[in-house]
């Protein structure tokens, strides 16, 4: 399954002239499958529907953070959990504001929580306190698990995440009873744009390096 080189893009024209490897005809049941989550649970055909309304409503003109209030409204949303990296923590203070200003309880929580040693969860003393980079990071591991638990257990409709690292994201994601959307994914290289590194002269050129030392090791 390659979409991403795909140049037919059968799937947005509804034609049935798949390409090669195309998993419209590989996996046809599958899909079949899929279709059918929208139709078995009105809570997921909701969410589906309205992304889709959100989506067409502030095309391009929206920025992030009003879709997420637009998309928590009209799901019905009252309470909204934000997951923060303590990093964003000013970040977070205003996002709150804005949601609690936008009409919603807000349950902000911090990565930190809990303060769970980094040494707890094996990983090795000379990756706590300072980063490879030469920053200080602390010996408290962020604890996403701790975040999905606190915000489960205050009942929310809603999850947010804001600048959680990578994979800690994952477990954040893994372990929330609530839907979860992204405000921002970390990205401290690039302010928190991921796709600045393809975007921009710097990042393609810090890309290509790393992919061609990563070769040559
Ligand atoms: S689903 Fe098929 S047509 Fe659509 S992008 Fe993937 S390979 Fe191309």
């Known amino acids: 399954m390659r979409c991403a080189y795909c140049k037919v893009l059968a799937c947005v ?17 599958v899909l079949e499958r899929a279709r059918n989550e929208y139709q078995r649970d009105e809570k ?3 969410i589906a529907s309205i992304a889709g309304i959100v989506e067409a409503s502030g095309y391009i003109e929206w920025p992030r953070l009003r ?32 949601l609690e200003r936008a009409g919603f309880e807000v349950y902000s929580v911090n990565c930190k929580v809990g303060s769970i040693p980094k040494e707890e969860l094996g990983i090795p003393k000379d990756y706590q306190w300072v980063s490879k980079t030469g920053y200080v990071i602390g010996f408290v591991t962020c604890n996403p698990i701790g975040q999905a638990m606190l915000l489960n257990a205050y009942g929310t409709d809603l999850n947010v995440m804001l600048g959680l690292c990578v994979g800690h994201d994952t477990l954040f994601i893994k372990f929330s009873e609530a839907p979860v959307t992204v405000l921002a994914a970390k990205d401290r290289a690039f302010g928190h744009s991921p ?8 990042g393609k050129k810090y890309l290509e390096k790393y992919l061609e030392e990563k070769r040559e090791r």
Do not use: H, W
């Open 44 to 46: 997921v055909k909701k």
């Open 67 to 98: 879709e997420i209030i637009e998309f928590a409204r009209l799901i019905d949303a009252r309470k909204i959990g934000l997951a923060f990296c303590i990093g964003l923590r000013d970040e977070a203070a205003v996002v709150s504001q804005i």
């Open 195 to 202: 796709l600045l590194a393809i975007y921009t002269y710097y």
């Open 13 to 29: 024209s509804g034609s049935k002239n798949f390409p090669k490897n195309c998993p419209m005809s590989n996996f046809a049941d």
